[in-house]
């Protein structure tokens, strides 16, 4: 039967086999062309995870797939964040985390950042002439805010979670107890912080071997210390960390070297929940970071001023889509310097500043084919000092629910000191407040009133994790390190998929440009055309090109599908669907 039928088909039968393979290599080659002609996100359909290290990113898709919420895995992933990169993942920092939920209609935010020690005062880094010393602010005990990370992450984990504090912390507890393979960032990191990392005898031992040398790529790296904190954490709870054997160390270290928090302090933390800047952009609700973070705010300000422009005609990165986004920019960081503070003591004229109509007067100040000098805007203010190291991390799971959370201990490994016994390092937060309102710092820079140190006050930030929904339903988690250039970074890949319809992957990765006010400077990534640069130039830009800018790990919803595009700017990146 089956010769008859061979004899009887076969022709058709081998026609339709070419037919199928000639349609099969059409498809591959122009799955082909394709492949060359944009950069591709990792996609799922049941959950998302992107994080700048592989090793949390792999942590935090095991809590999906093992049915975890995004808010389980967030916490999962912060965990080990502070273990496999100790430059910025930490528990000594602090942060802000944005949970979205489609179920419910709801962003809600998570304020755990640092606070200033309640011994804090306005001139605590001021030397004797009345000159700020960022030495003392950046590098010694008094530069910590009493830390805000453990107890935001557990407070996440209670209010919206399913797991347990000991589920979630599980895995980093394994990273630094087993250890992990040094990567050639975490080595380099290592090498280029010797200075600042071997001041302290307590640091010097964690990150280099007993002989001081350095661990090269391939090493195994253990921290049994931080091991036992995490271990403690996980048995005791945050109350552990705020008033246990982990606050008293904290403590000692802060008595012994001239700090101030006290066990009073960590007791008296406490993360807050925030309601988040909403704002519209082209029929898209944007949330993000509200104060002490300036990010939000300033996010939806610019974004506000540049709907007014046809931004998709004019083009991605062409000469005047950046200058009209450098104008706006400009704009949103003079009225930084002089708004923005922790608003539970300071009134943040929040409404104004991301209203339509606020950004329509400003609209009217752009000049649309000229630069605006930064010092006619508004003379003689500047923004304070910010840089480094921090990291943000996306997940979005199958029920529905979106994190997007950015934390920092401020500087690459922070004040660069680690506790001793307890194997973290603690933040360099207190150099995020004005060391000397109105009255230029060490780097020759002003910061605002608003941001002046007080007892107990939140530092400002420029963190902007942010979730944009359509619909009630999630369709980018974004976020970014970069000091002052996380709010411009989060902005461009806001525009890269609303405007200029790239995919998250390509939004990512694409060049970026930065205009923070003061200093009067266009920077620019790599990568821009020379020619755009040109015009930049002769519209009376000062364009000067400079290392890469943040690290912006993202996710889209789009039509039932996940897509993670890790920013390629971190070499350990990773993007990882289910
Ligand atoms: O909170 C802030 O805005 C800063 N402490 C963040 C520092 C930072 O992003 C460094 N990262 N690259």
Redesign the pocket.
Known sequence: MNGNFLQQHGKKLAALATAALLLASQVAYSEAILEGQRMHPVQGKEGMVVTSHFLATQSAQEVLKNGGNAIDAAVTAAFSLAVTQPR?GNIGGGGFMLISSEEKDTVVSIDY?EKAPAKATVDMFLDKEGNADSNVSRYSHLATGVPGTVAGLAMALEQYGTISLKEAIAPAIKLAQDGFIVTPRFSDGLKKKEKLLKRWPSSKKIFYKADGSYYEPGDLFVQKDLAATLSRIAEHGIKEFYQGKTAELLVAEMAKHGGLISMEDMKNYAPVFRAPVHGTYRGYHIYSMSPP?S?GTHVVQILNILEGYPISEYGHNSAQTIHLMAEAMKLAYADRSQYLGDGDFVNVPLKVLTSKKYAASLREKINPTKATASATIAPGKILPY?????THFSIVDKFGNAVSNTY?I???YGSGIVVEGAGFLLNN?MD?FSAKPGVPNAYGLLGGEANKIEPNKR?????SPTIVKKEGKNFLVTGS????R?ITTTLQVIMNVIDHGLNIQSSVAASRIHHQWLPDQLRVEEGLSPDTVKILGEMGHTVIKKPAM?AIQSIMVKDGMMYGGADPRRSTGLAAGL
């Open positions: 910025s950042r973070s990010g910010e840089s480094n190291e921090t920092t401020n500087f690459s937060e995020d530092m400002l930030s420029s963190m390190p970069g000091g002052s996380i943040g």
